[in-house]
């Protein structure tokens, strides 16, 4: 005979006060299933019938089914005037099964935007719509509210608390009853939708790129041509706006736009149910003043919950700024850590990191029998502790610009914020079994508050064969891959050697006074041989490819910033067509996700310093590199970074050079870091690409040549 089941209570999050579902209830069970109002408090266990605890971050994992964005397809009519039109509107989304509805700003309403599918070398016109209204008529104002945790007094990190699961604006606690309500950040309660689209790794001209200012009001819209002169590659469309990146991407402004080609359909590569775009993102949610200790009520509506820092300006005066916003809840297309039923085959993940600042690294482990202790590492490999059991059944076939030559094999795959990556996923040896696809940045298996929790989302596979189980991956994917190549003074382009190219400088600077407590990118001109060397601001290096010749016969090379701002002077203009080595050098900092518009690009060198072993030798505030950076040491490019891309993650101490190719697009385009905080400040850039016969009567050109 079986026990009566035990009764637990949960707290109702509903989106109004007055409602009368808003009490105290039992917890769901066999005579009472879940609804959309169970969201567990912080101290309540889960259903009766389970031996889950309750979640340590307020809401349970795999309860909602993993949605695939509808898809548009644009097809080759032949007629040059057929449009799509494209709606940003306001929406009503559920991100979690227990959360209610809220408002989000979104492309036709839908969170993420709908997949726009082309065919290469077919036109796309697309009419971008601003139609950000709210119910009355007026233009919306964002759906969630932004807010800054003050910096810390207390021995717990500012960080930590902002990434604790849920509290509100102070506005919502006229009494100031809790300590989890946080003041708004100045002018972010009037900010309505002036938006632009970017389609991020589209090759088209300027006016159709989405220049940040180039803003459309609600009511407004937009018309542009992609030409789609590109292979088959996982591109993005999102908002754009000068300084408000970040709020109108939150919002809910980004969806996938997929290339489709020839040689892509040769390969017969997983195809409908079986290719999953996932884009992966994170968010954190905002919680009703408790009425008793410990109570956790969700109203479903996002919260934007900066980091509070006091930092020191150029003048010495003490400033607040604010740390970029992770939030301690995972979504995978707008659903907080989803499940998916997969069957025994191969998959085909189109995967996006659409975080405004994480970094990820992937790893699929296998949790059919995992019983994890609380805030397990989950990249721990210590065999005293709690090990995960990763599983390696990923194939990296594509990058941000199109597919590689080859599969390359990974058990883990680092992604940051912008980037891409076509990956085939093999489930055939794992059925009746159950994987979780996690991060293992930083993250814990069953985080607590404050701490990142690794899941993404889940995997249950199914036991029965699928009919093209004997299906294997291509030897070959892409025909037309070309490595990229520094030789000498030349580039090697696959077979073609390139004499002419040229150099542009990029120096990624630490958090300090110049930026306010931001970090900062200056734009870089190499000093003559005859020119004397500034007091402060000054970089010198020395090339690697001096590397071996004898120490006294070696180069310095000496910088000195010529623009800091976006607004600053442009000072980069490239002749339609040319090709250019971009040396990105990173002073110290955090990882930066660095994206340049208009073409796609390969890393052809990477080098290393050690920041902390250079000491005061390396980078100083006052006065630029104390000393001369010594010939970083030289780190491998591996099979997936040789892939074509537009956005790459440069990591502290690092010297990369990326080679693109301008060609097939002219206009005003832009540089920046994609750790959307940073771009908004201050760390974005533009550059221009103009028809070699302009060049003739334009007096600027690039940092140098040869």
Known sequence: MCSAPRRTTVVVATTGTDNPKDLVMSAP???????????????????????????????????????????????????????????????????????????????EGQLPGPTIEVRRDTPATIDWVNDLFDSDGDPATLPYDVVR????????????????PGGRSVKLDPTGAADDSYPALAGTDDLTGATVVHLHGALTDGHNDGWSHNVTAPGGRTRVLYPNKQESATLWYHDHAMAVTRFNVYAGLAGFYLLRDANEASLKLPSGPYELPLMITDRNFETRVPKQPGEQRFTGRPIYKQAGIVAVDSDGEAVDTEIPVSGPFTLVNGKVWPTK????????????????????????????????????????????????????????????????AAPAPVSTLEIGPAERYDVLIDFRSLAGQTLELRNEQGTFINAGPGEADATIMQFVIGKSAASDADWEPPVELNP??????????????????????????????????????HPELWELRQLGSTEPSPGHDL???????????????????????????FDDANSIVFSEGSWAVWNILHLG?????????????????????????????????????TGVLPIPVDSAIDPVRQGMKDTYLIKPGEWVKLLGDFTGATGSFMYHCHILDHEDHTMMRPFVVLPKELMAFHGAHGSGHH
Not at 480 to 498: A, C, F, K, M
Not at 589 to 610: K, L, S
């Open 589 to 625: 900092g955090p990882p930066h996700p660095f994206h340049i518009h208009m073409t796609q690009f390969q890393m052809i060198e990477r080098g290393q310093w050690d920041l902390a072993a250079l000491g005061e030798e390396g980078w100083n505030a006052d006065n630029g590199t």
């Open 29 to 107: 069970t066999a005579d009472r299933p879940a609804t959309e109002f169970d969201t567990v408090s912080a101290d309540a266990t889960a259903t009766s019938d389970s031996t889950e605890t309750a979640p340590r971050l307020g809401l349970r994992k795999f309860r909602d089914e993993l949605p695939l964005p509808k898809v548009i397809k644009i097809a080759d009519t032949g007629d040059e005037h057929r449009t799509v039109s494209m709606r940003a509107k306001v929406g009503r989304h559920r991100f979690h099964r227990d959360l209610p509805e809220t408002d989000v700003w979104a492309y």
């Open 149 to 164: 945790v003050p910096p810390s007094t207390t021995p717990t990190p500012t960080t930590r608390i902002a990434m604790t």
């Open 539 to 565: 970089i010198k290096v020395i090339d690697p490819r001096d590397a071996t010749l004898p120490p006294a016969e070696r180069k310095v090379l000496r910088f000195v910033p010529v623009a800091k701002l």
């Open 480 to 517: 037309d891959y070309r490595r990229y190549l520094h030789v000498g003074t030349d580039l090697q382009v696959g077979s073609q050697t390139i004499h002419s190219h040229e150099h542009f400088w990029v120096a990624l600077i630490p958090p300090g006074p110049g930026g306010k407590g």
């Open 341 to 404: 039923k997969v069957t025994p085959r191969w998959y085909r993940l189109r995967i996006f990191n659409a975080c405004s600042t994480r970094t990820l690294v992937l790893a699929v482990h296998n949790t059919t029998n995992e019983s994890a202790p609380p805030s397990s590492p989950a990249n721990n490999t210590d065999s005293a502790g709690f090990i995960p059991d990763r599983v390696t059944p990923m194939s990296v076939i594509g990058t941000d610009g199109g597919l590689l």
